[in-house]
């Protein structure tokens, strides 16, 4: 069944990465948030050769300089973004040529009119993109996260997503060697044995990571050896 799924998934991605963007990229935006973060991105210098989280509220969220105790980490997240978000703002990125940048964005897909079947094909789009801009730039992908059954309420788009988001994140896994990036499972170490986001790590909306869950976060990547 997951096999038929994705194979569907996958046989939709040429139709749908093309004409989707100019109906999507804004879907989430209305509050004027990504304006508002873009025009803060604009205003900084432009300095090569750092680490760039780069994602939605759950990087937005993350104090990363703290984190990594690096004052020089470049927080490139926005709350409310997705795929086609990040697509359009990547040359931000491009031109400060990062060290390393972790790519965390996915679960604002769900809310999309289309659903979520580009969510993939944006992906690998993303990860070209920076490797022909910034070729020496290590790149990060990191899962879709679960959420718990609080975001019935405060997330409806996001809630009962497990399955679909585990097919995903196994396709991810599985391209990361043929396109040249390292592929970061936070929803193995944060999920329950019910496969949901573990609320110890949550806030109490069940999306967003609390200190804890940060904390996780942060053991992840040092244990992989990523930071």
């Known amino acids: 069944m997951r096999t038929l799924f994705l194979c569907l998934i996958l046989g ?3 139709f749908l990465s093309q004409g989707q963007q100019a109906n999507n ?3 989430l935006y209305k509050s004027g948030h ?3 973060r873009m025009a803060i991105f604009k205003s900084e210098p432009v300095i090569m050769g750092r680490i760039i989280f780069l994602g939605n509220s759950i990087t937005e969220f993350g104090d ?3 984190l990594l105790n690096d004052p020089t980490v470049i927080n490139r997240g926005i709350a409310g973004d997705n795929t086609y978000g990040v697509l359009a703002r990547l040359n931000d990125i491009i031109i400060r040529k990062p060290k390393k940048l972790f790519i965390e964005i996915g679960i604002n897909d769900f809310a999309l009119e289309t659903g979520q079947q580009h969510f993939v094909q944006n992906i690998l789009s993303i990860v070209r993109q920076i490797r022909l801009g910034s070729p020496r730039t290590k790149i990060y992908v990191v899962s879709i996260l679960p959420t718990n059954d609080n975001v019935k309420t405060n997330y409806p788009f996001a809630w009962n997503k497990e399955r679909e988001s585990n097919i995903f994140n196994d396709y ?3 391209r990361a060697r043929d396109n040249h990036y390292y592929f970061v499972n936070l929803n193995k170490v944060l999920r329950d044995k019910d496969g ?3 609320s110890k790590y949550a806030m109490a909306d069940g999306i967003h990571l609390n200190k804890s869950g ?3 976060y942060l ?3 040092k244990s992989k050896g990523y930071i």
Request: net charge positive; proline share 4%.
């Open 34 to 36: 990504y304006s508002e």
């Open 172 to 174: 991810l896994a599985k």
């Open 219 to 221: 053991m992840l990547l």
């Open 25 to 27: 990229d804004t879907a």
């Open 196 to 198: 949901k986001l573990n």
């Open 214 to 216: 940060y904390h996780i």
């Open 64 to 66: 990363w300089k703290s």
């Open 12 to 14: 939709l991605l040429p």
